[in-house]
C-alpha cells in the first residue's frame, strides 16, 4: 500500500543571525533532539484538539448527530493519547503540565473518565438500551422491541477539555522552545567536522499496519 506525506517545518530556536543562500538540513539524534521532536507531535496534536473546539464547540453541545459525535470521540481521543500510553514518543506528564491548577487536575480526572469508561471502553451510562414490550389494555403482548437512549454532551465538559487544552499548548510552547535552545547550543558546540558529517534528514516510516498484518498470517 503507497503511503502519501504531507511534511510540515518550523523552527523553534534561532541564532539570531540573517543566512542567505541555500541551507542544508541534516538529522540530529540525542536526548535532546528526541524531546523537540516528541514536543513537535504533541504540539500537533493539541493543535488538532484547539481547532476542533474552536470550530465546532457550539455543534458538540447544540447537536446531536453523527458528525458532532465523531467530532468529540476524535477530540477527546487525541487529547489523551498525548498522556496514554505510547511506543512512539514521551508522553506528557498531567502533573507537570498542570502543576497545582487543581481545577485542571479535577478536569483532566472528568476528561480521562469519560475516555476510559464511556468512549473506548463501553462501561458506559451516556447511552443504552432496554427491551420492551407493547401491551393492549387486556394483557395481551403485540410487539416486542428495543429502545436505545443517548445523554447529550454536558457543554460544561467541553468547556474543561478546551481549559485542558490550552494549559497544555501553554506548557508545551515553553517546553519545546527550551529544547530548542538547549539543541541549537548543543549542535552550535560539535566541530564544524562533526557537523559536516552530520546525516540528511531522513522520514522515519511507521510500521505498515497491513504489511504487518500479512506478514503475521
Not at 117 to 145: C, I, M, P
Request: charged content about 25%; overall charge neutral.
Amino acid at each position: 500500500m503507497k503511503r502519501q506525506w504531507s511534511i510540515g517545518w518550523y523552527s523553534v530556536a534561532t541564532d539570531g543571525t540573517d543566512w542567505h543562500g541555500a541551507l542544508q538540513g541534516v538529522q540530529l539524534a540525542g536526548h535532546i533532539a528526541k524531546r523537540v521532536a516528541d514536543l513537535s507531535l504533541h504540539q500537533y496534536d493539541m493543535d488538532f484538539c484547539a481547532r476542533l473546539l474552536k470550530e465546532n464547540g457550539a455543534r458538540l453541545v447544540g447537536e446531536y448527530d453523527d458528525l458532532s459525535q465523531s467530532l468529540w470521540i476524535a477530540v477527546l481521543t487525541k487529547f489523551i493519547s498525548c498522556f496514554g500510553n505510547s511506543k512512539a514518543r514521551a508522553l506528557l506528564n498531567k502533573d507537570k503540565v498542570y502543576g497545582s491548577d487543581l481545577k485542571a487536575l479535577q478536569a483532566f480526572g472528568w476528561i480521562s473518565n469519560l475516555r476510559d469508561k464511556h468512549v473506548v471502553h463501553d462501561e458506559n451510562s451516556y447511552y443504552g438500551a432496554t427491551a420492551f414490550a407493547w401491551l393492549e389494555k387486556d394483557g395481551n403482548v403485540r410487539q416486542v422491541g428495543a429502545m436505545t437512549y443517548v445523554t447529550r454532551l454536558d457543554p460544561g465538559l467541553v468547556d474543561a477539555l478546551r481549559y485542558l487544552v490550552e494549559r497544555a499548548q501553554e506548557h508545551i510552547r515553553i517546553a519545546i522552545t527550551d529544547a530548542g535552545e538547549a539543541l541549537l547550543a548543543e549542535v552550535q558546540a560539535m566541530s564544524p567536522e562533526a557537523r559536516a558529517a552530520l546525516e540528511k534528514i531522513r522520514i522515519a516510516l511507521p510500521t505498515d499496519l497491513y504489511a504487518d498484518l500479512v506478514n503475521r498470517r
